[in-house]
Structure formats: C-alpha cells, structure tokens
C-alpha cells in the first residue's frame, strides 16, 4: 500500500479562504492581575501564514494559548471557524482542541517511545479507556501515523525512538503528530528555538509546505526575525499587549521592526487591516 502521502496532496486556491481567527477587542488579565493583552483586533484567513514577533514578555504566547483555550480571554470575543470560543464546554472544548494543533520549542514528545507511537497519541482523545491503557491502534491508525510521518519526510524513523532523533527530526515527528489530528490550524510556540541555523531553516520549509498543500493557517511565534520574513506570508508585532505591526512580511521595513522591539518611534500600522 503506498504511503506516499504527498501524492494525494490537494492543493486549494488561496481565493476559496475563509475566516480562520478573529479577535475583536480582546483583553486578557491573568489571576495575578497582569494584564498581558489589551484591546487585540485581529483577523487570520485559512491558509495564512503568519510569524508573530515581539520582545520577551510581549504577549505572544498568551495570544496562542487563548486561540487554543489553554487560557480564557477575559474582555472581548475570540471566535475560530465560526465558534466563540470561549463558550466551549467539555466535549466541545475536546473537539475544538483537535481542530487547533500546537508545537512547542521543546517538541513535549514521549522521548522513550518511538516516532509512531508518539504520533499515535494524536488519536487517544477518540480512543476508549482500555485501548488506550494497552495502547491498541488498528491497522488503519497506525496507516494514518505512518503518512503523517511520510508527509514531514521521516517515514524511514517511523519505529526510532525519539530520544535517538535529532532535533530537527524531532520537531518533524511533533508536527506529523500534530498533521494527525488533522488540524484546521497549528499554533507553534517558537518551534525553532533550540535549532541549528541550517535545521531551523529546514524546519520552517517543512511549515512552508505543510501551510502551501493543505491550506493549514499557522500561527508562529517567532524571535528571528530573518526566518520571519522569509518564510512568512504576514507579520504581526506585538508589544506589551498590542498590536503594533500587522501587514505582509514582504513590505516590513526596518523602522516598523525597531518599533515592535523597542518602540522609540511612533507606530506603523501596516496593511494588515
Ligand atoms: N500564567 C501567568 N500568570 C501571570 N502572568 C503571566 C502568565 N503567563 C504569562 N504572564 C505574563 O504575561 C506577559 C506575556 O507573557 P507571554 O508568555 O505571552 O510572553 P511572550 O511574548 O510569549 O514572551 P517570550 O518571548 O519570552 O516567550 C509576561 O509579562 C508574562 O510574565
Ligand atoms: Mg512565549
């Protein structure tokens, strides 16, 4: 059976998007009384790809972590493929959750299990108590995972535990778990920080074609700044809780970056909306 994943790629016109993410007059206070975003106004299509910039502290992880309720908004509305997402509840809140997938810099994989497996745990939520404990995936599963691994070019490393992978390979099998749940959207939170140059740059092609062939939007926090521009379609700087830069990665200037990190002159919006 072919594992070619690629070939049956269906690649979608950028014309047929819709509206993915939007965050209108959203606010968020953590319990301690930090108020970490005020007032974002934002509005993501499918199939966007989006790096989103800022200094330490800025806010950029709290603007994933409320996109996949990891943390309510507490002011404003934030509505994904047409849910509010806030008024998510239990089964809801897990259906919703596998819609969005997430990739972090230090990839959370179970590092004595092997790529398969770790991909395989993208079906658990679905999967019943016992199957689980004795982790039992059918013939058709383990098929998904094995694409899923094809797709991010490291099919050959299907049955190599994790903690033998590379870096790189590492954050490959994260994001073909992450394809496995055959999510609407992937959020990554700075997923080639513990990267060499020449492997953060691969990484960032994987996200390239991944967001070209299937449409995906994605979400990246991002502190290279170069990366950024090159592999992104559009750029949102965020500083202190605002949006202070929303336009295409391709007419940034260096004035509107200075702006984003140290904010010494007035800001630019860009064309963004
Ligand atoms: N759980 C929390 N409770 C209280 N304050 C928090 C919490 N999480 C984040 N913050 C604060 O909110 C602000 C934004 O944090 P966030 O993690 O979103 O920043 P960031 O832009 O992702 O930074 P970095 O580039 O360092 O990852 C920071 O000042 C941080 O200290
Ligand atoms: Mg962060």
Known sequence: ??????????????GESRRMIEFKNVYKTYPNGFTALKDVNLKIEQGEFVAIIGLSGAGKSTILRCINRMHDITKGTLTVDGVD??????????????????IFQSFNLVSRSTAIKNVLTADVPDMGFFRVLFGIFNKEQKMRALES?????????????????????QQRVALARTLNQNPKIILADEP?????????????????RINKDYNISILLNIHHIDLALQYCDRVIGVRAGEIVFDGPASTITQEQIDY??????????????
Do not use: H, W
């Open 1 to 14: 059976m072919p594992l070619t994943g690629s070939n049956k790629t269906i690649r979608f016109e950028k």
């Open 149 to 169: 691994l094809d797709k991010v070019g490291i099919l050959d490393k299907a049955y190599t535990r994790c903690d033998q992978l590379s870096g790189g390979q």
């Open 260 to 273: 984003v990190y140290n904010g010494t002159k007035a800001p630019v919006l860009g064309n963004g909306e």
């Open 85 to 102: 997402v806030n008024s998510l509840r239990g089964a809801e809140l897990r259906r919703y959750r596998r819609k969005v997938g997430m």
């Open 192 to 208: 080639v920080a513990s990267l060499d140059p020449i492997t953060a740059r691969q990484v960032m092609q994987d996200f390239v």
